[in-house]
């Protein structure tokens, strides 16, 4: 089961092949991909497959991909990448994997977060909501 994390406006939750069109719109945006280490893609079949091989992070037990969808819309409005939403979900940085990613002749740092179980506070603790469902369920 996907763990799923909720906020006021926001819902943090696997990313799955329904998807693929607000998530094409961001991968094939030329702009906001330069600051990630993930190429811009050029179809949404391109798109599609990257969500099925981040869905198997998690059923190889590797990590989640979470997608962040607001609300008010039910629209994803991108993947997980800031700090400060993964502080805010509970997460605990971790560390640095330094030259991890590599991107257009250049390595890149990345920043690893995590959260387990026993670090989950209930709503009194004022932590968001937190929930499993099963894979590709929402």
Not at 23 to 44: G, L, V
Not at 82 to 92: H, L, P, Q, T, W
Not at 121 to 133: A, I, L
């Amino acid at each position: 089961m996907v763990p799923i994390f909720e906020t006021e406006r926001f819902i943090m939750c696997e990313m799955i092949v329904d998807d693929v069109d607000d998530m094409y719109h961001y991968y094939s945006n030329a702009d906001m991909m330069k600051f990630t280490s993930t190429d811009i893609h050029r179809s949404k079949d391109e798109t599609l497959s990257r969500i099925k091989k981040l869905s198997l992070s998690f059923t190889n037990e590797k990590g989640v991909a979470w997608a962040i969808e607001e609300k008010a819309t039910s629209r994803v409005i991108g993947d997980i990448g800031s700090e400060r939403v993964m502080e805010k979900a509970g997460m605990m940085f971790e560390g640095t994997l330094c030259q991890y990613s590599y991107k257009d002749g250049y390595y890149y740092d990345v920043k690893m977060f995590s959260i387990i179980r026993s670090d989950i506070k209930d709503e009194k603790d004022e932590m968001p909501s937190f929930d499993y469902r099963a894979a590709g369920e929402r």
